[in-house]
């Protein structure tokens, strides 16, 4: 990071996730001026729900700009603002975009028995989704609503997305209307036909659901309107900084590191995504397809295996075992590779359907009386590793049987022709060097972190850049490859292992 001297023109990115919220100033050599970050927690207020107040995303943003405006020093000028966020959550809002209860998150689990619904759709209208069915997407929790709380659904003007939300927070001079959502984000909300990349207004009718909700669809990089927010924070910055629209923070991350031909990112959730050069309609989808950030004849796909339970499994377990991360690291080392014959399974708040199912629930087995807090450890950082290399697998095999998903012993180490090319990996999860030892190991190729703190958070910066005519080519950082080691068969070993203990336990 480098304080700026003297006055500094910049372009700022907002990454809004499920946990955290991060920060970038991006200055137009590519380079980062400042970062800063603010963490909160999601709310369960019953057993399978997953919300979030959205004004504990707009208190994150103030506390993060304190943060940021310190570490910068004076006289920057904030270009542009590019939003962020994490995909699938569905917020009721009024014509203004103030929203008008709870965001349902991604992870959450209220609107299963509402898939059944989507299951019954004629196929031919399934297939042009080519989504797996996930309770906490977008489509499925609209439905919930319409059900449980329709009083709810007549006050509402629009269900948008989370970053759609923060963006009319911040936007006080309007040049589109708040209800508005860029293709990036509205491909994963179960009610995207890909085959005509817009709205899929037949499974709106079949369904019977307030299609007058639906957002309007803009391009990420068009400009909403004008903010003065940050001249609080930013002086020099005026009063009509312009915001643009944004994108979800999947395609928005891959703006950052270049869209590789293979992508890994690790945080709260893990996404293991590949380009894709033309959407076809899939009926019983194990994997996802979803737009990128690009419109007109830029716009582009890509295909995604996710892993809902990475971090958070592995966060959940230090907490149980009472470990800070430096600790546990140390422990994890100090235990054998494959953990002492003990499993873990990270399944906590289950799947979508391709590494696991949604019923899949986490799981420690294997365990003996010589089983200490360093061997269960060492098989939650491998857990999760694991599910990630599930995830990349079903990239490579997109006939994987749904019912049982990568797990299943026949699709145990396959591998494409393609598996010498090396793996990108961004996200928190991916710091440390443990984790992508074993995740090379893992899919026997080599993994290469980006270094950035958010890769996220530089692709809206980026956004921002593009959207006003200020093209930014990121000055990224990239280490040397870690590279497969001589001890990867026994990892291969312990891979096949976990796959069995899962595909029995599903």
Do not use: I
Not at 340 to 355: A, C, K, Q, Y
């Amino acid at each position: 990071m480098r304080t700026p001297a003297g006055p500094s023109t910049v372009h700022l990115g907002v990454d809004l996730g499920t946990s955290g919220l991060k920060l970038v100033l991006l200055a137009r050599d590519g380079t980062v001026v400042a970062e800063s970050e603010a963490s909160y927690d999601v709310a369960h207020p019953r057993p399978g729900w997953s919300q979030t107040d959205p004004a504990t995303w707009t208190g994150a943003l103030a506390r993060a700009l304190d943060d940021l405006a310190a570490r910068a020093g004076d006289g920057v000028v904030v270009r542009a603002v590019g939003v962020a966020g994490q995909m699938h959550a569905a917020v009721l809002a009024d014509a203004a975009g103030l929203p008008l209860a709870p965001a349902v998150l991604w992870t959450d689990a209220r609107a299963a028995d509402r898939l059944d619904r989507w299951r019954a759709l004629p196929e031919p209208v399934r297939a042009r989704l080519a989504n797996p069915l996930v309770p906490g997407m977008t489509g499925p929790v609209l439905d919930w609503f319409a059900a449980h709380d329709p009083a709810l659904c007549d006050r509402a003007a629009h269900v948008l997305l989370p970053k759609d939300v923060v963006r009319a927070w911040l936007v006080d001079g309007a040049a589109l209307p708040a209800g508005t959502t860029d293709r990036s984000d509205a491909a994963g909300t179960l009610l995207w036909d890909v085959t005509r990349d817009a709205w899929a207004d037949d499974v709106v009718a079949h369904l019977d659901l307030p299609g007058r909700l639906l957002p309007g669809v803009a391009p990420s990089d068009a400009v909403a309107g004008t903010t003065s927010r940050l001249a609080r924070w930013f002086p020099a910055s005026g009063t009509a900084v312009p915001v643009v629209v944004g994108g979800g923070d999947t395609p928005v991350a891959r703006l950052a590191v270049g869209a590789p031909g293979l992508h890994v990112n690790l945080g709260t959730g893990a996404q293991a995504m590949a380009a894709l050069d033309r959407p076809a309609p899939v009926a019983d989808a194990v994997v996802h397809t979803f737009a990128d950030t690009g419109a007109g004849e830029d716009a582009g796909w890509y295909r995604l295996a996710a892993v809902q339970n990475a971090g958070l499994a592995l966060d959940w377990a230090l907490r149980v075992l009472g470990l800070s991360w430096e600790d546990a690291v140390a422990l994890a080392r100090s235990a054998p590779a494959g953990a002492g014959g003990v499993t873990f399974l990270p399944f906590l708040t289950g799947e979508r359907g391709g590494v696991a199912g949604p019923g899949a629930r986490g799981a420690w087995t294997g365990l003996g009386e010589s089983t200490g807090r360093a061997e269960l450890v060492r098989a939650a950082v491998e857990g999760m590793v694991f599910a990630v290399a599930a995830a990349v697998d079903l990239l490579d095999a997109p006939g994987t049987d749904p019912s049982t998903g990568p797990v299943g012993p026949a699709s145990a180490g396959t591998r494409s022709p393609d598996r010498d090319a090396e793996v990108v990996v961004t996200g928190g999860g991916t710091r440390e060097p443990l984790v992508r030892e074993l995740l090379a190991d893992a899919l026997g190729r080599p993994v290469r972190r980006v270094g950035l703190r958010s890769a996220t958070a530089v692709g809206a910066a980026l956004l921002a850049a593009r959207g006003t005519g200020d093209p930014v080519e990121p000055a990224t950082t990239t280490a040397a490859p870690d590279l497969p080691t001589p001890a990867r068969p026994d990892v291969v070993e312990h891979l096949a292992a976990w796959r069995a203990t899962a595909a029995a336990l599903a």
